[in-house]
């Protein structure tokens, strides 16, 4: 039972308007797995969620979804997964225990009262309840949002972006609650921008141009893409970062606070370009392991030379 | 735990959207407003309304006499624009109820010996009896009887007969308003009414009904959970039932209090025809909804509708005065049967056995639009 994958499709492609925005991506999640779904925006990652769950239908492409043909059993697949759109999509005329309700009963959920009850406590929004869902914060809607798509205590959980603008304590508390399904066999398919994010998934899928670019377990991603980085520190950043970008040798060149991450494919051309701004007084250079957003930048700027 | 979503019809899900709706209009207090304030305002709009002219009006002849004055009457009556002929006949009653079913507007009868009476200076009458619950229909065409008459029967006054051209008509004609004797233009325009705000409502809510879901992003959402079209349909559109109702309650008050309009007939039927009429409109907006790609489109496709409603039904001209093109439009239209069941139920008192004629084109149309709703639905985002 546990050996067949939660999500186990290939060659989804989606046409629109002539231009394929999800080209011939496979996609295999273990049950119980948490897989980060990264790209660049309008990569396909909404669209790709969407074929999945049946919300839009392939052009091409087969597969299954916890055991039912994404395409021939949509249905069945709809009563055991928890989707959480990108865009608000709950109802901003209705309270917040209404949308609750109504999403609860739309499953058909016996012990509706109590799990919307949970569901209130668990947010910190049992006081709230009669608020218009209107009225919340950007950050509280995205998390009423979540609860909403996690009341029927769904098996697989399609989230898209789930934790966009909501602040860092809460989304600690959804990654704890994120691990705690995943332990009880939840698998989860999330879709983000946030490296710190990335870090806490399995294994990630990185899309880009509606090509899928790599997938490995989060251990494995940066020998994969084999970056090579440097630590640049001292007076004068900004003129050393407008002196390495573009330099041969030199694949990514990103700012972090006081310091400059430099990386590139090949070790000692990196070197041979560094060695250009290792004289300037006050500047010191260092090996560091190549990190996971230098990784993607990398990813995000060969995707572009490959497709445009 | 969870039942997987392959029941083919939950009650539990369609109570929710149902309720979900409820909810939503309650708090829309504007469109709500808008919804009951509509049949006041159109009411004393229309209350009072404009008397046409109008003509070819379908006549039935009931001749128990014969003769060439006869024959000249019928001829200059066929002749005249203001009436069809439709049949002649000389059984007694056929005559009335093809008035009463609405075959006929005019029922017009020449008695026994009459031309025989008319020489012996007896001035027979002549019965014109009229459909008068159409008072529009009605009004114009009875006045114009005179001048066809005396047109007729003048070229056959001659010789031995000169005498009788002169001084009053050697006849009579005795005119009969059925069904709304007063002929109060009100009677006819405010049920009719009913059957137009009915309409434009309860089309216009429903058209919007998931155009708005898609425009406010609530239904990539609603469309990822079991939920099934025909569970989203019928929840979506039975709040606006009562909706309906309170409209008809409306009118029917308004009318009693300001117009004085009599409800002759069962009250079990109107209610009946009225269930019907509303749900078609409820499913027509529904199914323009499933069409329409935003609200403005929907907007657009209800007045769409709206209009040859207005124009084509009966509500503005008599129907039978239409060319065959628009009656024949008019047959598909809902507003044509509700208006006939209306007039047939409140003012000519008519019951259960009388409604069936325009009750199952409504019927038909009914499950037609709900088949099509069904078959537009779409349950993906593409
Ligand atoms: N319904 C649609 N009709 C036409 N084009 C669409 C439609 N939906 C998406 N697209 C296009 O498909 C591409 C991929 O969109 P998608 O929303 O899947 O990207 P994404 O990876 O989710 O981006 P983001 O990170 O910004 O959310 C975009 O170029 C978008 O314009
Ligand atoms: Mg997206």
Redesign the interface.
Known sequence: MSEAPAIAVEGMTKIFGGRKVVDAVDLTVPRGAIYGFLGPNGSGKTTTI?MV?????PDAGRGTCLGHDVIAD???I????G?M?Q????????SIR?NLD??A?????SDRRARVDRALEELGLAARSRQLAGTLSGGWKQRL?LA?SMI???DLLLLDEPTAGVDPKARRDFWDQIRKFSARGVTTLVSTHYMDEAVQCDAIAFIAYGRKLLDAPIAEVQARVGLFARLVRGPGLDAIAEALRGAAGIAVVARFGAELHVAGTDESALDRALAAIAGRPGVTIGPIEAGLEETFIHLMAQSTDTFR | MNTPGDRPFSLARMAAVFLKELVQMRRDRLTFAIMLGIPVVQLLLFGYAIDTDPRHLPMVVERRADGPMVRSLIASLRASSYFDIIAVTDRAGEGEAMLRDGRASFLLSIPEGFEERLVRGERPQILIAADASDPVAAGGPLGALDEIARRALAPELIGPLAGLAQGPPPYEIVRLRMFNPASVTAFNIVPGLLGVILTMTMVMITSIALTRESERGTMEALLATPVRPAEIMIGKTTPYILVGAVQTLLVLIAGRLLFAIPFTGSLGAFTLAAAVFIFTNLMLGYLISTVARTQMQAMQMTFFIFLPSILLSGFMFPFAAMPVWAQAIGEGLPLTHFLRLVREIMLKGGGYADIWNDLWPLLVTLALFTLGALARFRRTLD
């Open positions: 969407r769950c049946g919300l839009l239908r949509a249905q069945a709809k009563g055991r997964t989707y759109t865009r608000f999509s709950l109802y901003e005329d209705l209404e109504f999403v009963r739309l499953y058909r959920l949002a909403a029927h205590a769904p």
